[in-house]
């Protein structure tokens, strides 16, 4: 019990150092090689202004209309056509059981990993170890 109290306290005070430390690390990267670009995706709440020479850009979530044409986008070959992959995959992240995939896949780089895992697991996809973690 006295494990999981000062992991309660300490815990997020241990986090923040290690974020500290990739924020600082990231930084270090981006100053040594100063003449490239580069993206930085990280939850807002995170790095927030923590880098110079940085264009701060947030992404809104897609709607359900955005997410379908996503997938339609994503599984646009003949076979997927033929097989309707796009529309059966639709229709399995409207299952009321499939919340917790639908929300992930308002995320546009989420919904990348969902028709990725989706394009290789297709008979067992909401079983998949991906949507038993926690992704945020």
């Given at each position: 019990?006295?494990?999981?109290v000062l ?9 923040m ?9 990231i930084?270090d ?14 939850r807002v ?19 359900d ?14 076979l997927?056509?033929?097989n309707?992959?796009a ?15 639908r ?15 989706y394009s ?5 996809f ?5 949507l ?5």
């Amino acid at each position: 019990m006295l494990g999981e109290v000062l992991n309660g306290i300490f815990g997020p005070i241990f986090e923040m150092t290690q974020e500290n430390i990739a924020i600082d690390q990231i930084r270090d990267f981006c100053d040594r090689y100063s003449q490239n670009h580069f993206v930085i995706s990280c939850r807002v709440a995170v790095c927030k202004g923590d880098f110079n020479r940085v264009v701060d850009v947030t992404m809104t979530k897609f709607d359900d209309e955005q997410i379908e044409q996503f997938m339609n986008c994503w599984f646009s070959s003949t076979l997927d056509a033929e097989n309707a992959t796009a529309e059966r995959f639709w229709r399995i992240l409207k299952q009321s059981e499939n919340d917790s995939a639908r929300e992930l896949a308002q995320m546009p780089l989420l919904l990348t990993f969902l028709c990725l895992v989706y394009s290789t697991s297709l008979k067992n996809f909401c079983k998949h170890p991906f949507l038993d973690q926690r992704v945020y």
